[in-house]
């Protein structure tokens, strides 16, 4: 009888799991005092453009957004941090980052602006069917800036 041959130890790579939807807010949000404000504008989900003010989604699914967050748009003033808010019956939250959009500071009026893409990457909805508000949240020093995109995700 043969030894048995061993199995390869060089790990599979598997991808990580979608980050997720929560109940509350970042920890590294929470703290800020939260005022209704700021810029923005919501034209991308899961890969295709938002052409109404309704985006629907299937429950359990993933969600991946993309757009637009400023803390004052005239000023050209960025947020430091962004994050989306699902605003229902119960809200949910989910960490965003910021990217640079060539031409958006010029569409905007401020060239500084190039930097307020937002991108939500794709991320597990693990909330119940029903009719969202999407806000964006804009991290400015010691405030969170709550801006209404004007859609309404609809998770059916």
């Known amino acids: 009888m043969s030894a048995p041959v061993?199995?390869?130890?060089?790990?599979?790579?598997?991808?990580?799991p979608p980050a997720a939807f929560a109940p509350a807010l970042p920890i590294s949000l929470n703290t800020l005092t939260l005022k209704d404000a700021g810029g923005c504008f919501l034209d991308?989900?899961?890969?295709?453009?938002?052409?109404?003010a309704h985006v629907v989604a299937k429950a359990g699914g993933d969600l991946s957004l993309s757009g637009w967050a400023?803390?004052?748009?005239?000023?050209?003033k960025l947020g430091s941090a962004v994050a989306v808010q699902l605003h229902g019956d119960k809200d949910y939250f989910a960490e965003a980052k910021t990217e640079r959009r060539e031409?958006?500071?010029a569409a905007l009026g401020n060239a500084a602006l190039d930097g307020a893409g937002l991108n939500l990457e794709k991320t597990a909805m693990?909330?119940?069917a029903g009719q969202y508000r999407v806000l964006f949240l804009i991290q400015s020093n010691s405030d969170l800036l709550r801006c209404d995109t004007g859609r309404t995700l609809d998770v059916q």
């Open 44 to 52: 991308g989900a899961n890969g295709a453009g938002v052409t109404s």
């Open 70 to 76: 400023a803390a004052r748009v005239k000023a050209g």
């Open 103 to 105: 031409g958006l500071g």
């Open 126 to 128: 693990e909330i119940p």
């Open 6 to 16: 061993a199995a390869s130890a060089t790990p599979v790579a598997q991808a990580a």
